[in-house]
Nanobody, 117 residues
Framework: QVQLVESGGGLVQAGGSLRLSCGVS????????MGWYRQAPGKQRELVAR???????NYADSVKGRFTISRDNAKNTVYLQMHSLKPEDTAVYYC???????????WGQGTQVTVSS
């Protein structure tokens, strides 16, 4: 059983920074993709950033240059460093693990990020 636990959300003023963390436990294969998604009220869940087990990353256009995703494979943890936050970044942020071999997705419970103007 795979479990993902996010932390680091909160309330911040526009222009501020936050760092999200996601710890993964359970059966983790070596080839996987970890990512952060977000869902704002009334909107669909969208990809924010993801990183594969080789360290290759990709980002949503809306966060490029402001957010950085990284991972520590030894700790089975993925991070999302967020700078220059905007009110439109307000959402519940979800951590995701995708197992490449099985094609299975796993999700965390989500952490709220609120950016005030």
């Amino acid at each position: 059983q795979v479990q993902l636990v996010e932390s680091g959300g909160g309330l911040v003023q526009a222009g501020g920074s936050l760092r999200l963390s996601c710890g993964v436990s359970g059966s983790i294969v070596s080839i996987n993709v970890m990512g952060w998604y977000r869902q704002a009220p009334g909107k669909q869940r969208e990809l924010v950033a993801r990183i594969n087990s080789g360290g290759i990353t990709n980002y949503a256009d809306s966060v490029k240059g402001r957010f950085t995703i990284s991972r520590d494979n030894a700790k089975n943890t993925v991070y999302l460093q967020m700078h220059s936050l905007k009110p439109e970044d307000t959402a519940v942020y979800y951590c995701n693990l995708y197992k490449v071999g099985s094609g299975r997705d796993y999700w965390g419970q989500g952490t709220q990020v609120t950016v005030s103007s």
